[in-house]
């Protein structure tokens, strides 16, 4: 879909080589431009992160890694089905990290992808680039391990059946798997907080946990599946769900076959749990109260605007619930270091990032609790 073979005879940089990000800047530049990535906001978030003075920022945030490192050699990259920009974000980290880079984009059929490696193309065949190739192959082909033979770092991106099928392929003795498999998320509220808010102020917040949410249909492992509320202000409770219903109605294309699955959904849970269920049946939001709360939350899964809630008396009452699996909270009306500490003070070995309302889908270079510019290169030892 874009580059050339002649990838495989290029060799490492270091971290935030010059020209790595003269090409990033130019992707960023040629995106931003471009009449049909215009009409995808995860595309523009992408072109936005990779401008020059963002990529500057984090140079020097990295400056320690760029005097004293080398990219590890070729990267291969095994993108998600379901997140259309994914693959790019995961190219753009390893490149910056100094790889050369084998990026196989997502299976689905997506506008996004097409457009990014279009751009990418142009660029690619224009500056005679040939650090990176972007390529779609059947999930059952050989490809993938005949390529895990010749690289030294897999990135992988997906379910946990997808990532131990690919981690269970030969590979150098030196290769690096860092793998990001199927993860869940949660959202903590301060239910007081909300009464200082005008209708107005709940509509914004509304809309950042529609953000948060329904722009992926809840499959995004930062896509928070249950909310936790803190506090006796039931009232604004149904106030905050009204206006994420409203916001839901005006912006959500839902599909027939989605709000079917979560009328399915609703009968399960009445059969399998101790639930209450909202007023009514609204294709557009279904909130489920749970009574009973389970021994852990991973099993708790929602799509295209179906939650799950419960009442805690502290911090520490949601925290002590959650598991490995466990990758984001996002929170309003709390101190994010009240939330980091009861993490810490469980020995919690999920949450790698509590992030406010309207963050959640914000990926960066430090993603799962990998710094993925520090990873993705060598360190040379000097003394």
Not at 116 to 144: G, H, Q
Not at 172 to 195: M, N, T
Not at 322 to 343: H, K, M, W
Request: glycine residues 6%; proline residues 4%; negative net charge.
């Amino acid at each position: 879909m874009a580059g050339e073979p002649h990838v495989l005879n290029a060799r490492p940089v270091r971290p935030f080589d010059s020209e790595v990000v003269e090409f990033l800047a130019e992707l960023s530049k040629e995106l931003l431009a471009d009449v049909q990535a215009k009409a995808f906001p995860d595309v523009i978030s992408f072109a936005f992160w990779c401008r020059r003075s963002n990529l500057v920022s984090l140079e020097k945030r990295h400056s320690e890694a760029c005097e004293h490192s080398l990219g590890r050699g070729r990267s291969l990259h095994i993108a998600p089905a379901n997140v259309p920009v994914n693959f790019a974000f995961s190219f753009a980290f390893s490149h910056l990290a100094g790889n050369v880079d084998i990026v196989r984009v997502p299976s689905r059929e997506f506008p996004q992808v097409d457009i990014i490696c279009r751009v990418l193309s142009n660029i690619m065949k224009e500056k005679e680039y040939t650090r990176a190739a972007f390529l779609r192959w059947p999930s059952d082909s050989s490809t993938t391990e005949k390529l895990s033979q010749i690289v030294d770092s897999r990135i992988i991106w997906g379910g946990n059946k997808t990532v131990g099928l690919i981690r269970s392929m030969a590979s150098k003795p030196r290769c690096l798997d860092i793998a990001f498999p199927d993860r869940y998320s949660l959202a903590i509220i301060h239910d007081e907080s909300l009464c200082n808010l005008s209708d107005k102020e709940m509509a914004a917040l509304a809309k950042a946990f529609y953000n948060d949410t329904y722009l992926m249909d809840q499959n995004a492992c930062s896509s928070p599946q249950v909310i936790a509320w803190l506090g006796h202000a039931r009232n604004q409770r149904k106030r905050f769900w009204n206006a994420v219903c409203e916001e839901a109605h005006a912006s959500y294309d839902l599909q027939g076959a989605i709000s079917i699955d979560k009328y399915v959904h609703c009968f399960e849970d009445a059969i399998e749990r101790e639930v209450t269920f909202s007023d009514g049946f609204d294709g557009f939001l279904s909130v489920v109260s749970l009574n009973e709360v389970p021994s852990s939350l991973n099993e708790l899964r929602g799509v295209g605007g179906y939650f799950y809630d419960f009442s805690i008396d502290s911090v520490v009452d949601v925290v002590h619930l959650l598991d490995q699996s466990c990758q984001t909270i996002t929170y309003f009306g709390l101190d994010p270091n009240e939330i980091r500490d009861a993490v810490f003070s469980q020995g919690i070995l999920g949450v790698d990032r509590i992030v406010p309302f309207g963050k959640a889908m914000d990926i960066g270079v430090v993603w799962d609790g990998f710094d993925l510019i520090e990873a993705l290169s060598r360190r040379v030892e000097i003394r």
